[in-house]
């Protein structure tokens, strides 16, 4: 493994156990001093806290949050079977 996996693995851990996020399924790469987020959290204050978990352990690093935020919320109305 390269130094910039280790450290994608190393924030993926800190995102992962982080209670401000405690995401699993938020891919991590690094290119560089780059961090690119992708992925899927339920809402924004989620996706924000993203960042703060990474500027706290590696200030150094630039963030890209390209984390979407999608819902999961109940079903609304009725479905419909045929």
């Given at each position: 493994m390269t130094a910039e996996q280790y450290l994608a693995a190393d924030l993926r851990r800190a995102i992962a156990e982080d209670p401000r996020t405690a995401e699993l399924g938020v891919r991590v790469t690094v290119r560089g001093n780059h961090v690119l987020l992708t992925g899927d959290v339920t809402c924004e204050e989620r996706r924000a806290a993203l960042e703060e978990v990474l500027q706290d352990v590696a200030p150094e690093l630039?963030?890209?949050?390209?984390?979407?935020?999608?819902?999961a919320g109940e079903p609304v109305g009725e479905e419909e079977l045929r």
């Open positions: 630039h963030v890209m949050n390209d984390v979407c935020v999608t819902p």
